[in-house]
């Protein structure tokens, strides 16, 4: 994927190690606006934490994070609570606030960091309860709710301020194939009705296909190859191949593990 | 082969970081107020000062009314040997004031609110919590910890008055009852040994003490690591650390203050 000045999000020569571990060598990634970018990779091979990165939670050992062109990695903490207000992040196990009902879940981003009147608030979360197909579970706790829907509120959430840019970590992950493809097309609906650039990390290839418009693999710590989905399924990159393939012969388990 | 960190580096690390702690706390909060909104939650803090003061009562009270007996007991036996037991209400009053009241009250309560701190916001971390409210951008210092930090703050001196109450209370029914002293009597000799100076001191430390507590707390809660043992190593950890912290400081200002004004 080449860099395009329409990019949304910016990766130059990104590092990050913890100690002498070295999680990411030389990221370099650029995702234009309104794509649909799936990262995919192996387990523990460092996909969340580059969403991490993104939303300034960790910071590069090297290299440079921009989104719409501000350098992520240098922002103040401050800076960053505002950038962050542009972004929604889905999280793998919804992380959902346990004392919190789904309303006010759903709420806490408006009440905190808009002006808006406990009516349109109760408006917005209606809506996006609507959009994700859980209206019913308004004022359950999470406790209350299976792992799909506590997911689907989680997509609520991440959404709940009309945000630019959206970070899926791991959608479907654990879902069975019916509720993980009402995610996918929420994933497709909700990028086109909102406009928003989406990342989405995942090893799911039946879902990152589905949902793709770009996407990437992160492989020892580096982006080896990124392009459109129909080119990544016929890629010649014998990790990439193995990968998508989910076969057990080639570089993948033979290659050293980084540590 | 890696080498440990030394255990004083460790210790400057730890105390660095509360002390960020402390000040991005402050940062957000004023953040906040600058855009003409309030700092926090008013309802969390409330509850919050909800669970420290008016839940903490009736430990406190209990605690410091059988130490206040015993102390007034004891000591009495003893100054009774020499006739003068007559010294218990101002011994009993100064221990309390100066060092005891708020050194038991920051123990009780370091024990108790300082483990359900770490304990809930431990929790939050490990389940991601902490982190999805700050990718919201809502700032989760300000948010999860300014309330408690002020509300510890604030409630200790108060708690450490009702300490000092009911400590009083039980060393005046036991001097009543061993040593025949009336309860006027107690009151009066107690209330002419107490020097304001005393007080001020006692106050003092009982915010200090209460600042050490709330931001030791939460500092263990958010640093969590490790799921359901992470959080249960790191809430030993906060009360034995909140516990030293507020020993350590207590002897520190005692110094101080033996150097100042010479008593």
Not at chain 1, 128 to 136: F, I, P, Q, S, T
Not at chain 2, 106 to 115: D, F, L, T, V
Request: hydrophobic share 45%; charged share 20%.
């Amino acid at each position: 994927m080449n860099t395009t000045p329409a990019s949304s999000v910016e990766m130059k020569d990104v590092h990050l190690a913890f100690g002498e571990k070295e999680i990411l060598s030389g990221i370099n990634l650029s995702v234009p606006q309104k794509a649909r970018l799936v990262i995919l990779g192996q387990s523990g091979g460092g996909k969340s934490t580059l969403l991490r990165l993104i939303l300034g939670i960790l910071r590069p050992t090297k290299g440079e994070v921009t989104f719409k062109g501000l350098t992520v990695s240098r922002m103040s903490r401050l800076r960053l609570n505002r950038m962050r207000q542009k972004i929604g992040m889905v999280y793998q196990y919804s992380a959902l606030i346990s004392s919190l009902s789904v309303r006010d879940n759903l709420a806490l981003p408006l009440e905190e960091l808009t002006r808006k009147s406990r009516d349109e608030i109760d408006q917005l979360v209606d809506e996006k309860l609507e959009l994700v197909g859980m209206a019913d579970a308004r004022d359950k706790m999470p406790a209350e709710l299976s792992g799909g829907m506590r997911k689907r509120i989680g997509l609520a959430r991440g959404i709940i301020m009309d945000p630019e840019l959206i970070l899926y970590d791991e959608p479907s992950a654990g879902l069975d194939p019916v509720i993980s493809s009402v995610i996918n097309e929420l994933i497709i609906s909700l990028s086109e009705k909102i406009g928003a650039t989406s990342i989405i990390v995942t090893h799911e290839m039946d879902s990152a296909f589905k949902v793709a418009t770009h996407m990437a693999m992160l492989y020892q710590g580096t982006i080896i190859a990124a392009d459109t989905p129909e080119r990544f399924k016929n890629s010649d990159n014998p990790v990439v191949a193995q990968f998508i393939a989910g076969e057990t012969e080639g570089p993948i388990l033979q290659a050293p593990q980084k540590t | 082969m890696q080498r440990s960190p030394s255990p004083i580096r460790t210790t400057l690390q730890h105390l660095s970081s509360v002390v960020w702690l402390l000040v991005d706390t402050g940062k957000e909060m004023g953040d906040r107020m600058m855009r003409g909104r309030l700092p926090f939650r008013f309802s969390i803090f409330f509850e919050q000062t909800d669970r420290t003061g008016v839940g903490s009562i009736a430990l406190i009270s209990l605690v410091s009314f059988f130490i206040g007996l015993t102390m007034a007991l004891l000591t009495g036996y003893q100054l009774q040997t020499f006739g003068q037991e007559r010294l218990v209400p101002g011994l009993v009053g100064i221990s309390f004031t100066r060092e005891l009241g708020p050194l038991m009250t920051g123990i009780m309560i370091a024990a108790r609110i300082g483990a359900a701190y770490t304990a809930e916001l431990g929790t939050m971390t490990v389940s991601e919590e902490v982190e999805a409210i700050e990718a919201m951008g809502i700032g989760p210092l300000r948010f999860l910890v300014g309330p408690r930090v002020l509300a510890v703050f604030f409630l200790l001196p108060c708690l450490v008055v009702v300490s000092n109450f009911t400590a009083m209370s039980g060393a005046a029914l036991i001097s009543r009852w061993a040593f025949d002293i009336p309860f006027t009597r107690f009151i009066d000799t107690a209330l002419d040994s107490m020097l304001i100076r005393d007080i001020i001191a006692g106050t003092i430390k009982s915010f200090l003490f209460g600042l050490i507590i709330g931001l030791v707390s939460c500092y263990k809660g958010l640093t969590v690591k490790g799921g359901a043992a992470g959080v249960g190593n790191a809430t030993t950890s906060s009360v034995v650390t909140a516990i030293t912290t507020v020993i350590g400081f207590d002897t520190l200002c005692n110094i101080v203050l033996v150097a100042l004004f010479d008593t």
